[in-house]
């Protein structure tokens, strides 16, 4: 290796290249492109670089693009890269901050990315970046990435952003330290429904993410400098993180101003044009008949009688929850209200070629997972296989009881909350109950839930036979194949492939 003849830079390789014992044709063919390197650097040219150093190499780029450099994070409605939105883009290029607000200024980021070389990010690779890619394009991806999560990782830095930067004693304001990817969401879910000032938190939040980014690159840079190099860099950083005040001002009724620093940016908007679309309003168009609404009942299955079980029924807008344990109380509860539907949350089927749950068994070899589960994680929503060992009581239920509603004439379809939720755009339980309550009033549903104390497993029900109303009403896509049987999920924005 060059380093270890203490041959550090292109000088040093053409001025000592005969003293260390490399030959002519070898140092010839060097030194031409290191020739061919030094006009790429003097024309600015990063993408001649990037495809000629391997990826854990490209740091050592910045010093000399410093000022081409843009530091990136964005805002998402989830994590589901099929079915979310991208909602807030920040960049900070080491002096200015800009963000891109969806529904505002978003189209502009196009035109602000191309003025950058190098784009750097925290996990980029596998989020912010595919995001990017997947819902404004491949063209807005500067030509060389460095990902701090990987790079960090050699340097012993491992987890999170927040965990790696208390590990390198970088410290946020107190107003956004507790703040996560999933509180992110929450923010932009209140934003949506009338709270400005959620906005604000958010963009604070973002701003957090990005400033802290260029204090990580600088330190590792310095780190690896030392430990690859054996020698400190001469490469003098800033790397202080800058102050940066934002607000949020309502000028009139339909005018937002949002200020970072000395940038203003308008806000042309209204809660009004803010305010969810009521899904169960089109949904109900569809499925009157004659003065009266199926009814649907939701259950969200737990694997045995010990935990409870959530159960829902739905009606036109109306709807009723409550916690059931055992099977017999879930029939005569379900049969009790003359369904025309059973929605419910467990699988009820078994991969193709299995005929049992137990890993014992020799059908095991068929594996554990069916298509249905395999569609949603390539679509960014995570799910349990169905006979991962900790899934398999439930599923042996779940089988059980669509028998057991079929054997009664009962039509019964399979639902997973989680996803619906993720499509419907509302809150997840394990985010926050109280903005999953709120999620589901704003898709137009009524009754008790939003005034008691209802638990997850109710919400979860709910959403359940609020799919049911998807799948009669004809807005819903079947996940799955005729051997395993289909999972139902709500159809939005006429997106039905994987």
């Known amino acids: 290796m060059i380093w270890s003849r203490r041959i550090y830079s292109w000088d040093d390789f053409i001025e000592k290249r005969r003293k260390v014992g490399i030959s002519d044709n070898v140092a010839n063919r060097i030194e031409k492109w290191l020739r061919r390197s030094e006009r790429a650097l003097e024309k600015k040219d990063a993408s001649f670089f990037s495809t000629r150093l391997p990826q854990r190499d490209l740091w050592r780029l910045y010093p000399e693009f410093k000022n081409r450099t843009a530091f990136l994070d964005i805002e998402t409605t989830g994590l589901s890269f099929f079915y979310d939105d991208i909602t807030l883009i920040g960049l900070y290029n080491g002096k200015d901050v800009k963000t891109f607000v969806q529904g505002q200024n978003l189209g502009d980021f196009e035109s602000e990315i191309k003025k950058y070389s190098i784009i750097v990010t925290y ?41 790696v930067e208390k590990k390198m ?76 005040d934002v607000s949020l001002k309502r000028k009139h009724d339909s005018v937002l101003e949002l200020k970072i620093n000395n940038a203003r940016l308008v806000l042309v908007d209204t809660k009004k044009n803010r305010t969810p679309s009521r899904a169960i309003d089109r949904l109900l168009l569809r499925l009157k008949k004659k003065g009266s609404y199926p009814r649907i ?22 709807v009723e929850a409550r916690l059931l344990r055992t099977d017999e109380e ?8 003359s369904p025309d539907l059973v929605s419910i949350d467990s699988p009820l089927s078994l991969p193709k070629g299995r005929d049992c749950t137990k890993d014992s068994c020799e059908c095991r070899k068929f594996g554990i997972t069916r298509e249905a589960e395999r569609i949603l994680r390539r679509r960014g929503v995570y799910v349990f296989p169905s006979l991962i060992r900790s899934m398999q009581s439930l ?26 939720q993720d499509i419907l ?72 492939s994987c």
């Open 123 to 163: 996990n980029g690779t596998l989020f912010d970046l595919r995001f990017i890619r997947e819902k404004l394009g491949q063209r807005l991806i500067p030509p060389v990435h460095i990902d701090l999560r990987f790079l960090l990782r050699r340097l012993g830095y491992t987890g999170g952003l927040k965990s």
């Open 169 to 244: 004693n970088i410290c946020r304001e107190e107003e956004v330290a507790d703040l996560s990817g999933f509180d992110a969401t929450v923010l932009w879910n209140r934003y949506v429904r009338g709270d400005d000032y959620a906005l604000e938190s958010l963009v604070k939040y973002n701003l957090a993410d990005i400033v802290n980014l260029k204090t990580m690159l600088e330190l590792a840079y310095q780190q690896l400098h030392e430990t690859l190099l054996d020698d400190s860099t001469d490469c003098e950083f800033d790397s202080s993180v800058p102050k940066i």
């Open 297 to 318: 009942v939701g259950i969200d299955l737990s694997a045995s009688a010990k935990r409870t079980t959530g159960w829902a029924l739905l009606e036109g807008r109306r």
């Open 330 to 337: 879930i029939i005569e509860a379900t049969m009790k209200a």
């Open 395 to 420: 599923t042996e239920r779940g089988i059980y009881m669509k028998k057991e509603f079929e054997k009664r004439g009962v039509h019964v379809i399979e639902s997973y909350p989680g996803a619906a």
């Open 425 to 496: 755009r509302i809150i997840r339980k394990k985010v926050s109950l109280e903005d999953l309550k709120q999620g589901l009033l704003n898709v137009g549903l009524a009754g008790e839930f939003m005034n008691g104390r209802n638990s997850h497993d109710e919400l979860d029900a709910i959403t359940s036979a609020l799919v049911g109303y998807f799948y009669l009403a004809d807005e819903y896509e079947a996940l799955g194949n005729e051997n395993e049987g289909f999972l139902i999920v709500p159809k939005l924005n006429g997106k039905n």
